[in-house]
């Protein structure tokens, strides 16, 4: 295997200080950072997002940032094929890929491929939204139970994108989600050598950080940002209006809730959002190594300079 069939995946929690980790290693290891959180791909939304600045995106290549429309449903399929692309680009100019975000799903679809799910025409995924506005999720989900059994009885009651994402899906092909998920397409990773971590900071120090870090949000402009995003008068099911923080300041915006009401609001839903990472990694990407952030930077660099001596040693073997 060469030096450019390397890549590095940094998963982790929100506002663990992966983005600046994979900063530094690109600098040292000749990289382009890739991004793999699923709402840092919209232009419309860089402070809220903590997407990387302006000025830190000059210092190393950044790519999957800002690229996406915020009135676009970007699909983990569409994320595949864009990473593809900078994939190759990595290879043709001798770079080090390394992705970072907190979405698992992502580094999940990289490593193992994605469920070969027929696409949704547009006019099936709009019926079956316009056919669900005003209903509530209960009724929604015992809808998918009449139709759909097998994946309702695997799917939150509560979850409402993943309900309707189902019966989208069985509206569009007649058949269940469920009967899709055994064919995986190749993993888009598969052949290249991986180094594969999660950053895993002490939760008490991380929510203080998530805390203060929202705070700092506020503070460069996150609320003119989501009054920005509220004025497009997008669907509210969009992944981009989801956005940890935007459904509060929107209601702010509204004159719903008062704005310390909203950031309080933000901060407790993003702290309960970086408990479900932890236990999604923990259970879905098991071969990732967990690292405290200190340590991260000694610990990764010291793999990447290992593991050329580690392929030749191997090669000659």
Request: proline share 6%; with cysteine; charged share 25%.
């Amino acid at each position: 295997m060469t030096e450019r069939m390397r890549a590095v995946l940094i998963a982790g929690p929100t506002a663990s200080g992966k983005s600046a980790l994979a900063i530094a290693l690109a600098q040292e290891h000749g990289g382009i950072v890739v991004n793999a959180d699923s709402m840092q791909v919209y232009r419309d939304l860089r402070t809220i997002t903590a997407r990387p600045s302006e000025a830190e995106e000059a210092t190393v290549p950044h790519r999957l940032y800002g690229h996406v429309d915020g009135a676009v449903n970007y699909s983990v399929g569409r994320y595949l094929a864009d990473a593809a692309t900078v994939l190759a680009e990595a290879q043709a100019k001798g770079r080090l890929p390394i992705f970072v975000g907190g979405t698992g799903l992502y580094f999940k679809a990289l490593c193992e491929g994605l469920s070969e799910i027929p696409p949704v025409p547009e006019e099936v995924r709009a019926a079956v939204r316009a056919a669900a506005e005003g209903r509530g999720t209960p009724l929604l989900y015992a809808d998918l139970a009449a139709r759909d059994p097998v994946t309702a009885a695997r799917l939150n009651p509560t979850d409402r994108l993943r309900i309707l994402r189902a019966m989208e899906v069985f509206a569009a092909t007649g058949k269940p989600i469920a009967s899709f998920h055994g064919r995986r397409s190749r993993p888009l990773l598969a052949g290249w050598r991986l180094y594969k971590y999660f950053l895993a900071p002490e939760r008490a120090a991380l929510f203080a950080r998530i805390d203060s870090r929202f705070a700092a949000m506020m503070a460069a402009g996150a609320l003119e940002e989501v009054r920005a995003l509220a004025a497009r008068g997008l669907d509210p099911t969009l992944p981009v209006m989801r956005a940890h923080g935007v459904p509060w300041l929107i209601r702010h915006i509204r004159g719903e809730i008062d704005l310390a009401e909203a950031i309080e609001k933000a901060q407790a839903d993003t702290r309960h959002y970086a408990k479900r990472q932890f236990t999604w990694v923990r259970h879905q990407l098991p071969d990732f190594s967990w690292l405290a952030p200190e340590a991260a930077h000694e610990a990764m660099g010291e793999a990447l300079r290992a593991a050329p001596r580690d392929v030749q040693e191997r090669s000659s073997a």
